[in-house]
């Protein structure tokens, strides 16, 4: 199962860290995935993060924006999104698989971020 | 990356048809790793069919994938009222991950 965070709402310029807490399973040896979807737009892998390894990719749309990053010790990972603009508002999903590069199996239940001043 | 189009977008029919939704890729998904997902409003998205073909755990056997290469397809071959929903395909086959724009299947 994974819980993630509770809706924020934030100015532009702004930063905002999204958490994803996982149970039951290892937590280490899966890859967590942040997917987005902006209002009336499809599903868009933002990066994922591989904790056992430390191993993190990025969709390059995100580099040098965003950062992914696990703490094993509560399995918990988060997702850090920086310089914030209106269309940063969407809802972000963690989902847990083997890989990056997965079928999708598990997802949290979706985080809602406004960017609005 | 590998860019997947899906078509139509926007697919209207009656409870009781059939539905045929289509996934094309910019290049070659060479080991059929292309799956299906459903998506409603206020919920996470559901893993339908990997693997091209292969339905996940508990999907119903109306729903049904197939293709290979760089075009695929995605069958209902009998609506129920619970499946009028945004169908959205992903490739795996590759890093990153890609989804085309999703296929909205609304209510006639």
């Known amino acids: 199962q994974l819980v993630q965070s509770a809706t924020e709402v934030k100015k532009p310029g702004s930063s905002v860290k999204v958490s994803c807490k996982a149970s039951?399973?290892?937590?280490?040896?899966?890859?967590i995935n942040w997917v987005r979807q902006a209002p009336g737009e499809g599903l868009e892998w933002m990066g994922g993060i591989i904790p056992v390894f430390g191993t993190v990719m990025y969709a390059q749309k995100f580099q040098g924006r965003v950062a992914i990053t696990a703490d094993e010790s509560t399995s918990t990972a988060y997702m850090e999104l920086n310089s914030l603009k209106s269309g940063d508002t969407a809802i972000y999903f963690c989902?847990?698989?083997?890989?990056?590069?997965?079928?999708?199996?598990?997802w949290g239940q979706g985080t809602l971020v406004t960017v609005s001043s | 990356e590998i860019v997947l189009t899906q078509s139509p977008g926007t697919l209207s029919l009656s409870p009781g048809e059939r539905a045929t939704l289509y996934c094309r890729a910019s290049?070659?998904?060479?080991?059929?790793?292309l799956a299906w997902y459903q998506h409603k409003p206020g919920q996470a998205p559901r893993l339908l069919i990997d693997e091209a073909s292969s339905r996940a755990t508990g999907v119903p056997d109306r729903f049904s994938g197939g293709g290979s290469g760089t075009d695929f397809t995605f069958t209902i071959s009998r609506l129920e009222p619970e499946d009028f929903a945004v169908y959205y395909c992903q490739q795996y086959d590759e890093t990153p991950p890609t989804f085309g724009q999703g296929t909205r299947l609304d209510i006639k």
């Open positions: 290049q070659s998904i060479t080991r059929n790793y």
């Open positions: 989902t847990r698989a083997p890989y990056m590069a997965s079928p999708y199996r598990h």
């Open positions: 039951g399973g290892d937590f280490s040896n899966y890859a």
